[in-house]
């Protein structure tokens, strides 16, 4: 694990401690209560707003030549995080934090979408400010698509043979209501 580095995200700056809690999400490996953390390579995945509706992926091993023609086409970004228009104002006016976390405490859960797990409390190691949303994902290897609708790239993406993640689908235009 030497040189991997872990984070967490948050809009809220206080946080001292990370409690192990029970998964938001259904994870055959997770038998107790964790902390998550997002690796670096991954890290852009998060570098939005908590409940901001998101589609990223990009290309693996396992990527056909016609979906990576299809989804990254002439683009030279590695990565592409798509987000409905909406969120625009919200993603300017969000100052975000970031956690570093120690490595040595925690194992991969999903490689392709970066996390890590530990089933102890965590100290950071660090926290710095994140003001300007987008010019912090202008640093990175990430093409921001900005579109009306994610919904029916969400499908596709779904479909294909990408690396991705779709988060916080349930707050996209024209999602389902949950009752």
């Not at 939005?48 to 030279?76: H, I, K, M, N, W």
């Not at 909406?86 to 925690?106: C, G, M, N, S, V």
């Not at 690396?163 to 009752?179: C, D, Q, Y």
């Amino acid at each position: 694990m030497e040189g991997l580095r872990l984070f967490h995200v948050s809009e809220d700056a206080r946080i001292r401690t990370f409690v192990p809690r029970p998964s938001p999400s259904q994870f055959d490996a997770i038998r107790k209560e964790v902390v998550f953390a997002i690796s670096e390579r991954l890290l852009h995945n998060y570098l939005l707003p908590r409940d901001c509706p998101r589609v990223c992926y990009y290309a693996g091993s396992q990527t056909s030549p016609e979906d990576r023609q299809a989804f990254l086409g002439q683009f030279s970004a590695s990565f592409v995080i798509a987000v409905e228009n909406r969120w625009i104002k919200t993603i300017e006016r969000t100052t975000l934090f970031l956690y570093e976390f120690p490595a040595q405490d925690f194992w991969l859960l999903d490689e392709n979408a970066g996390y890590y797990i530990s089933e102890k409390t965590i100290v950071p190691v660090s926290v710095r400010p994140i003001y300007n949303i987008l010019e912090e994902m202008l640093k990175r290897d990430v093409e921001l698509r900005f579109m009306p609708s994610i919904n029916e790239l969400s499908e596709a993406v779904s479909h294909s043979s990408l690396n991705f993640s779709l988060i916080r689908m349930r707050n996209s235009n024209g999602a389902m209501p949950v009752f």
